[in-house]
């Protein structure tokens, strides 16, 4: 009767050593887990001298960016290096990294000005339509022009014709239409170079901003 319970209470030792051993495996695994999650954080630096004598410390110092450095877990695990700051490639670089913070500056202007190249797309065909209409609109009136001339040059020769003089009116009427036409002309002219620039710099804002999308 003794053996029977002897071996019962040895069996229940076994099992809650066995429990207890389980328990503490997976307790050993989840704080295993939350270290591993809260290592990949650098906690060190280190950087090695002209001597090759290896010197940590817990923030970078500008010895560490003079001679390159190593970012360290809290176990000395390397999790990320940084090579050595080199003066001549450090100006050597300059140019190029000041435009691109240029084009990081006109891109962000871009974006707050027309939010994206569909919008752009519109405030373009709507401006070069403005400039359609202004050209549509001047060039009637030089066609206007062109045949106010015509009926003046035909008083003119009718004169002419008939061996009198060309009143002074007349004359005023003439140069006041030349005038009228040559400025119209250039307002034509005008208007059609601004209509060119306006397409030509919307296509390039468009392109730039399909590019960030």
């Known amino acids: ?46 950087y090695y001298d002209k001597n090759g004598v290896a010197n940590i410390s817990s923030n970078v110092t500008p010895n560490h ?53 569909h919008i752009a797309t519109q405030q373009r065909d709507n401006a070069l339509a403005h400039i359609k209409k202004q050209i549509a609109f001047q060039q009637e009136q030089l066609k206007q022009l062109q045949n106010d001339r015509i009926v003046f040059k035909r008083q003119e020769m009718e004169y002419l014709r008939k061996v ?16 009228n036409l040559n400025q119209k002309r250039q307002q034509i002219q005008s208007l059609q170079t601004s209509y060119r620039k306006t397409q030509a710099e919307y296509d390039r804002i468009i392109t730039r901003l399909k590019a960030l999308e």
């Open 65 to 117: 960016i003079r001679y390159g450095y190593e970012a360290l877990d809290r176990n000395m695990q390397v999790i990320q290096r940084a090579r050595p700051y080199n003066s001549e490639t450090d100006a050597r670089q300059a140019p190029q990294r000041a435009a691109q913070a240029r084009q990081r500056e006109q891109d962000l202007k871009l974006k707050q000005a027309y939010t994206n190249s």
């Open 1 to 46: 009767m003794r053996t029977f319970f002897q071996k019962a209470l040895t069996k229940r030792a076994h099992t809650s050593l066995f429990s207890k051993s389980l328990l503490g495996l997976l307790l050993a695994l989840q704080m295993g887990q939350l270290s591993a999650n809260t290592d990949n954080k650098p906690a060190w630096y280190r």
């Open 164 to 179: 009198k003089p060309v009143p002074e009116q007349l004359k005023n009427n003439l140069n006041n239409n030349l005038t």
